[in-house]
Nanobody
Framework: QVQFVESGGGLVQPGGSLRLSCAASGFTLDYYAIGWFRQAPGKEREGVSC????????YNADSVKGRFTVSRDNAKNTVFLQMNSLKPEDTAVYYC???????????????????????WGQGTQVTVSS
């Protein structure tokens, strides 16, 4: 059974930090790039960050550059999104998603193309408010 389970969301004050995790079971993350997406109320889901085959291959949306860091621990079959200096506009449901590395490195799809991803987490709420 394939599962991609998110955790780590919650309520945090502006300027605070959270770390989101996505733990995979039923498939091996070694063979996937991971994207992080978010959907704020009344808005479309947007790409936030992604990571390729290693922690040295990462990308971030302009809105989160310098604040968010995506990483992976293949031994734990888990990926992370460290979110620092959080702002109220970061409030959203956050999703992890897995993209086959063969697709990621093919050049056919930009990392933010959502319909290319094979597996999705259930989403976790992040609320930034004082």
């Amino acid at each position: 059974q394939v599962q991609f389970v998110e955790s780590g969301g919650g309520l945090v004050q502006p300027g605070g930090s959270l770390r989101l995790s996505c733990a995979a079971s039923g498939f091996t993350l070694d063979y996937y790039a991971i994207g992080w997406f978010r959907q704020a109320p009344g808005k479309e889901r947007e790409g936030v960050s992604c990571i390729g085959s290693s922690n040295g291959d990462t990308y971030n949306a302009d809105s989160v550059k310098g604040r968010f860091t995506v990483s992976r621990d293949n031994a734990k079959n888990t990926v992370f999104l460290q979110m620092n200096s959080l702002k109220p506009e970061d409030t959203a449901v956050y999703y992890c998603a897995a993209l086959p590395l063969s697709t990621y490195y093919s050049g056919t799809y930009y990392w933010g193309v959502q319909n290319a991803y094979k597996y999705w987490g259930q989403g976790t709420q992040v609320t930034v408010s004082s």
